[in-house]
């Protein structure tokens, strides 16, 4: 039995080893940008290239992201309506109010109702992020600059020094010569691995122009990330659906 937790004891050991060394060899440090007007000039090209305009004047947007959450959002209104397992909330994205059912059955408890509420909320802040976060690198409180790379040349790096659920966080992103971007390096708070890199790919350009990346592959553990069942619509009646938001106005 000694002989046997001795041998598991050195196996568990190897595996840390193990785990610690491919950190060590794919972790990057967070690079050093450069601030100022080419800085200003590239984040431009790339809102130019997704068409910010257009997003602009897409009011109503909903999708599934990696299988698991729907998401339905009034952007003009800031509301939104996410959906995951049983549950169902509705809610203002400002104010972090709303009504959650559990199938058809109401959530009425007010301590469950805020702690559905919020956990909705943190939902549909990460993925609407992942939906389109092009537009936020002129958030409040973001920092722009150039990274010269050798294998990429000018990255923009958006580093989020205040706002959101993890402030701090920084994004490198990568472009192609139109400033449509091809990948992201990402610095943040939940992922021990700094400069993982994601893809993205399968751009698909919504009614009203604004253009969507629907697949994002990690650059280590083969694992994807799928934005599905994208639809949009200037106003509710182009969505095709009657306003679902007027249960809590």
Do not use: C
Request: glycine letters at 8%; charged letters at 20%.
């Amino acid at each position: 039995m000694k002989k046997f937790f001795k041998i598991l004891g050195i196996a568990i050991l190897g595996f840390v080893l193990f785990l610690f060394i491919g950190y060590m060899l794919v972790s990057k440090s967070l690079p050093q940008g450069e601030e100022g007007a080419a800085a200003e000039a590239l984040a431009q090209k790339m809102l130019a290239a997704v068409d910010q305009a257009a997003w602009d004047t897409t009011h109503v947007v909903s999708f599934t992201f990696r299988g698991e959450h729907n998401h339905l959002w009034d952007k003009q209104r800031h509301l939104a309506q996410t959906e995951w397992e049983d549950y169902k909330a509705i809610f203002d994205v400002n104010t972090v109010k709303g009504r959650v059912w559990k199938g058809d059955t109401e959530i009425t408890d007010a301590a469950q109702l805020d702690e559905l509420t919020r956990k909705a909320h943190h939902f549909f802040l990460n993925d609407s992020y992942w939906l389109n976060p092009v537009p936020k690198i002129y958030d409040p409180g973001v920092v722009r600059s150039v990274v010269k790379t050798k294998e990429h040349g000018d990255a923009l790096l958006a580093t989020y020094t205040s706002g959101g659920i993890t402030p701090g966080d920084s994004y490198l992103w990568i472009l192609d010569e139109n400033g449509l971007p091809k990948a992201w390096q990402m610095w943040v708070e939940i992922i021990p691995v700094g400069g993982l890199e994601t893809s993205w790919d399968e751009w698909v350009t919504l009614p009203t122009g604004a253009k969507i990346a629907t697949k994002h592959d990690l650059s280590i553990g083969g694992l994807s990330i799928p934005i599905e069942n994208v639809k949009s619509g200037v106003n509710w009646e182009d969505y095709g659906i009657e306003d679902p938001f007027t249960v809590i106005q």
